[in-house]
């Protein structure tokens, strides 16, 4: 965490830079206070991160020594054989298409889209992936 803070502050302090040099040339109020509102958003996610850092333990990319694995945890569950993503893709792929074509192509759409949810949701409560 403390290169991400060392990050936000340099691109902060840069962001501030820029604001200054933009608003003597453009005098533009609109885009000098865009850049002074990043200023402000940069100064603080990065004051957040250094103040962090202080209080949390080192994490592996603070260590320049360490490999990429070294903060890699578990990602997770992912259904290995679940038909339910085409079938979302496929009802949302619909309701694009009544959007350009015309909104009665909703009225298909949303079946699709609701059985392919609730399809997922309830893959592992039912037929042979059913937890026992």
């Known amino acids: 965490m403390k290169i991400q803070g060392k990050m936000f ?3 902060s302090v840069f962001v501030l830079i820029m604001t200054v040099v933009y608003g003597v040339w453009s005098k533009e109020v609109a885009g000098t206070t865009a850049l002074a509102l990043t200023f402000g958003l940069t100064a603080m996610i990065g004051y957040y ?3 962090t ?5 080192e994490m592996a990319q603070d260590n320049k020594e ?3 694995a070294d ?3 578990e990602l997770g569950f992912f259904s290995p054989h679940s038909w339910q993503p085409l079938a979302l893709a496929l009802g949302g792929a619909l309701a694009f298409m009544g959007v350009i074509f015309g909104w009665w192509l909703m ?3 949303a079946p699709v889209i609701v059985i ?5 949701v309830y893959e ?3 037929g042979e992936n059913q937890n026992q």
């Open 107 to 109: 009225y298909f759409s």
């Open 71 to 73: 903060e890699a945890g």
């Open 9 to 11: 502050l340099w691109l």
């Open 66 to 68: 360490a490999d990429i």
């Open 124 to 126: 592992y409560y039912r």
């Open 116 to 120: 392919g949810l609730w399809g997922w």
């Open 49 to 51: 991160l250094a103040f």
């Open 53 to 57: 850092a202080k209080r949390v333990d």
